[in-house]
Structures are given as C-alpha cells and as structure tokens.
C-alpha cells in the first residue's frame, strides 16, 4: 500500500500545482502543463498564449515563479520553460476561459457558445463539444450543449485525439462550470480506409515531328531500296528461264507399227526436224522400201519445250461374227374340216 499511496500523493500534489499556475497565469492565457522528473531535477514545461507575461522583465516573473513553486509544492530544483500555444482557438483549456471571461462580462450563454463553436470549426477542428451547466435561466440548475462536426465520447480515440478543457465562470446567480472539447484536426480514425489505386499504365511515348531534310532523306533511301530489289528480281527470273530451255526431242517408236514405219514428225520449230526431212528425202530415191510397205497409222504428238507426249492409236473394237442361222422344220398342212 506504500506504493500505492505514493503514486496518489504524487498527482494530487501536480493536479495542485496545475491549479496554481491558473491562477497565477490567468492573464497570459493558461493552456496546459506537463511536469517531468529528471535527475538534474523537476523540469516543468508551461504552455501559455503570451509567453512575456509569464517571463516578465528581465526574467523577474519567472524566477519568483520558480521559488514559489519550490517552496511551496517541495519539488526538487524545478526548471521552468515556457512555451508558446501555436493555434489557441485549438486548445480546449483556453477557449473554456475566454468563455467563462465572456459569461462573467455578461454574454448571453446562447450567444457565447454558439460563437464558441463558429470559432474552433473555423480553426480547422474536426469536432467539438461546449457544454455550459449551471442556473442559466432560473433558480433551477440545467445543462446547455452546443456541438458541431464528429465526436468521440468513450473510447481510445477518445484518448488519443480528444482533448478537454474546463474553467468557472463566477456570476451573481451562482458559478457555472464550461467544459470545451476539441478533436485534433490531424486525427485519423480506425474507420477511414484509404484504397490505393493500381499502377496506371505508361502511355505509349509520342515521337517528334522529324525535319524535312531528314524526311527527303529517308525517301531518297527508301527508293534505292526498291531499286535494287527490282534489279535482284529480274536477275532470278532471267536465271531460272536459262535453267529451263527445251531439250531435243527423241524418236519414239509408235506401238504396233511395223519396223521402218515413220516416226512422229516434230514441228518445223523444235532440234531433230531437219534430220527427219533429210531421212525421208533418201527414202524417196530408193522407193523399193516404200512400195513394199504397207502404210501405217502415225500417232500426231505435240511437242513442248521440255516435254514430249506420244498418244497411242487405239485399237479396232472387234466386231462379232454373225453365226448363220438354223432352218427350222415346217409344219405339216393342216386340213380344213368340212362342216357337216
């Protein structure tokens, strides 16, 4: 139980000293405390709206400041520093106190808490909260709330991003409690999702325009090229018509003619026709040969360069002997029957 007490003892004497410094830095705008024990000491960092007025000339405020804390409140070489509040309309503790300043100079509760929370949403606040409690109106105490935007009541995003400020304001009917809360404006709740959208594809990168000289350029080559091609095609076309000129023809027998009949003539145009002339000339002179042969059917075949082609005569269809025909016997004379 020791412990216990010591950690108990140990906040009420800093919630004590939170209190003490509100009042004594009332007029500078009192916006938060922080103490921080150190081995060189207790360093106590003070957060204000006007730092001069806490230091003082010369640093005079500040030392007596020091000593009181000392002697009074009994921490160990204590170090004060002070520190500048960057946006007060975001800080809950002093926008609570310029509420109660303005109930005490005689605002009308609804007028100063709606113009409470017209100024912290202005100031970039997600949400805040003023509740103003006390005898408003008549003898019986009541609660008035003014909010605007998103707030946290419970929970640890109620922890990590709202902050709270009390103050009292002293009036004739009696005193009235203002409690102010704030949510930071960099606060990022468990529910904001940010979806990341895929890679957007890389556009396909547009060429220049080229210059004109270079463009004339590239038609000159262009047409060289389709030159040379032109001269490469007609050199492979004049080689393949030389790889196939017409052979010379051959002599072929036709098929059931009788030895030292005549060949197929060839045109006047194709190799070999001048020698068959030449062979039927010395056989006109000898005659013997030819009187004594029957003649025989020559097959006519045309001749192509490259290809001979022999067509065959076809032989006579054999046309069937007719048998001679029986006599067949007569019949015998029928004779009339006379009628009786």
């Not at 890389?202 to 091609?229: I, Q, R």
Request: hydrophobic letters at 40%; glycine letters at 8%; aromatic letters at 4%.
């Amino acid at each position: 139980m020791a412990s216990e007490r010591k950690f108990v003892t140990e906040n009420i004497r800093r919630h004590l000293l939170r209190e003490y410094m509100m009042a004594k830095v009332g007029r500078a705008g009192f916006g938060g405390l922080d103490v921080q024990r150190t081995p060189m000491g207790t360093r106590v960092t003070l957060m204000t709206e006007r730092p001069g007025l806490v230091i003082g000339r010369r640093g005079e405020a500040i030392k007596l400041l020091t000593k009181a804390i000392e002697e009074e409140f009994k921490f160990n070489n204590p170090q004060i520093e002070v520190q500048e509040v960057p946006n007060p309309n975001l800080n809950a503790q002093i926008m609570a106190e310029k509420l109660a300043n303005a109930l005490e100079r005689g605002w009308h509760f609804r007028r100063a808490g709606h113009s409470t929370v017209r100024r912290i949403m202005d100031s970039g606040a997600r949400g805040c909260q003023v509740v103003i409690a006390g005898k408003l109106t008549g003898a019986r105490h009541r609660t008035e709330k003014f909010k605007e935007g998103h707030i946290k009541y419970c929970g640890q995003a109620k922890l990590d991003f709202m902050e709270k400020g009390f103050a009292v304001a002293k009036l004739k009917p009696g005193v009235m409690g203002i409690t102010v809360n704030i949510m930071n404006p960099n606060a990022r709740l468990p529910d904001e999702i940010e979806i990341i959208p895929p890679p957007a594809e890389a556009a396909p990168a547009v060429e220049a325009p080229k210059p004109a000289a270079d463009m004339v350029a590239e038609e000159k080559k262009a047409a060289e090229a389709v030159a040379t091609l032109k001269k490469e095609a007609t050199a492979a076309t004049g080689a393949i018509a030389a790889a196939q000129k017409p052979k010379r023809a051959r002599k072929k027998k036709v098929v059931g003619a009788p030895e030292g009949a005549a060949t197929a003539a060839a045109p006047e145009g194709t190799p070999g026709a001048d020698d068959k002339k030449s062979v039927r000339k010395r056989k006109k002179k000898d005659g013997s040969e030819e009187a004594a042969a029957p003649p025989a059917t020559e097959a006519i075949t045309e001749v192509k360069p490259g290809a001979i082609m022999t067509v065959e005569p076809k032989p006579l269809a054999e046309v069937p002997e007719k048998k001679p025909e029986e006599k067949k016997p007569e019949a015998p004379p029928v004779e009339e029957k006379k009628e009786a």
